[in-house]
């Protein structure tokens, strides 16, 4: 009842600033609001509503979805204005300051688009398979570990399950999740929501109890040029095809370097720090967008590794790929692909490798893997889409 | 090698932009840039350069360590300019565009002056101590724990040492620190360096291992108002005079509700869920700043809890302190002051309670405390400061 409360005057007080008659003026902060901050907020009719200080500005607006908003400023120097409706869940900008694209100064940051940048949460209908709720908790481990392939310390986040600090002799089966183009080891740990999906499923009984490895799938070798995938891969998909599109460039030579890297340095890292169970029956792998690209492409290539693949908009195991993948079919216990219906409704002739990915996902089913496809309801190629992937593909992990 | 080749031609391409004759243009990007980007970079005189795009700004401006500098603009639309020589460590700043103040693009962002906003390292002659080696790595753990004071979760982080994971039988003892005004959990975990402090200081046997806990001394009852300190305490040390004062406001009634937070909820569940030794021997709790103050508040009112205490730019423990204190005299272990040389040099008439922090320490010692006296060599009230008391502190403690 508290709660509610503040809420409700939280949207009184934001309804004075309202620039904008036509829209409904019943907005609340965000959770990716700074303490203590209002702004960004989101009202019933999932419109995002920013306020930037800037007294000295010609121009102001707000960036997001792949459009902008003109502010308009106010009496005390503030411009504020709002977004047109969003989809339900996360989703990135930016403001631009007189053509200076900059950080929302009273939002939190997030990693996408190869930068540090503002998030907004438009709240989901199901939203509480991600909330913070008062069930036993995990954790998320901040690890730098020795890489002898790069030959450089690297940064990577670790989700162990509540049970995991007092169960001494247990030993848990892992999952090694990607994040997307232009993303990093931040994103499954912070917008991805790993650690209260994991917790509310293994409090509820609904997944077993495992642990999650958050890399960068950026590697590069000594000596070679640094730098992190910009966004789509180079050779990918045509300009106005969906991300997960896979056609046309070689995806193992793609991701070689971090393919040693997590034979080589990563995986033998957590199994000898952690109470691992060490075998490709217990080892799972799965991404996002880039990041399914960069699984399928290192699970082929590694079935004695890993038995478990799960793609989110990012593409398929086909019959050709079961069927060529040396020990594949002996190995394999599960193929998880899921994607946002809003990806498939805007799906064009010719996407990725010309098929149907759900058409494809049950004719490998068909030929006998234990294969599942998912659709996440009115999401896009974004991170609601994503975690609720995470939440199926979790529950069919590990039995 | 590599690294050393790569920096210098860094520098040189950072050298092509430089938009002042006066500055020597040796400049190389701090390690606050963000993946792939040069900007904020610092050159040997320890100046600090930025470059924003702004195409169509009236004024751009870098605003660090109080004082705002002009940038010049480009023809490309990118405005460049440095700061002042600064003291050797962390320091917050922001970018001014056309008055709205933001964080810079490029770089990362830290939590201060109670917003999300950016941060420059300056290289300092002895920051091996707390550079990322490759040594045994200790892990950051993020952790959401439930509150009976406050009716709400909570979020902390959690240093344990590298030799945790395989130790299963082996109890440790803990340090809570806590961050400064305007700061949150974040601070220790990030800027302050705490667990490369650690790894480097047990990885050389100069300290024993033990766990560390961050949290944040904003706490609210039920149904109070939230927020969190922000910058000095109401009622505390006059305008101009250092941060550090403690003179005339009620520190306890200041941290009434993070006292029962810690005492109610976070010691019994960082004790029942580490393997901790939970007793007040092998229980310490320090700060800065205002958390030296909340440190002071807290220790003093539970002798039971705590024998060993950190004070960081944040006041000091005097004769009478121990003296009226029930119980400080049969249970302390060791009290450390610790502040930047600078804040001593500009300390002015009436700091504090009106008397010398190192004259009340020698005054504590002489008494009969295990009290030591630091001094960290040229710096003022910023991180460098602190980073080098939690090293001398750590040495110091559980022997």
Known sequence: MKKISVLAAAALSLAAVSANAQVKDDFIPSETVQHGKQFPAVNSEKCVRVKVNAPDAKSVQLDLGGKKYDLVKGEDGSWVGESGPQDEGFHYYNIVIDGAVVPDPTARYFYGSSHWTSGVEVPAYDGDFFAVKNVPQGQIREIYYWSEVTQAMRHCFVYTPAEYEYSYTKRYPVLYIQHGGGENEYGWAQQGKTAQIMDNLIAERMAVPFIVVMECSDASLP???????????????????????????????????????????????????????????????????????????????????????????????????????????????????????????????????????????????????????YVSPDTAHEWLTWRRCLYQFAQLLFR
């Open 223 to 373: 000596g070679a040029q640094a730098g992190r995938p910009q966004g789509r891969p180079q050779g990918g998909a045509p300009e106005g095809r969906p991300q997960g599109g896979m056609g046309g460039f070689d995806m193992s030579a793609m991701f070689a370097t971090y393919d040693r890297v997590m034979a080589e340095d990563l995986i033998p890292y957590i199994d000898r720090n952690f109470r691992t169970v060490a075998d490709n029956a217990h080892r799972a792998m799965a991404g996002l967008s880039m990041g399914g690209m960069c699984t399928k492409a290192i699970t082929l290539n590694h079935p004695e590794l890993f038995s478990n693949i799960g793609i989110f908009s990012g593409g398929t195991i086909t019959v050709q790929d079961a069927d060529i993948t040396p020990g594949f079919r002996q190995t394999n216990k599960l193929v998880f692909v899921g994607f946002g219906s809003r990806e498939l409704e805007n799906r064009v002739p010719g996407f990725g490798d010309g098929t149907d990915p759900k058409e494809e996902t049950e004719d490998v089913k068909a030929s006998g893997v234990n294969a599942h496809f």
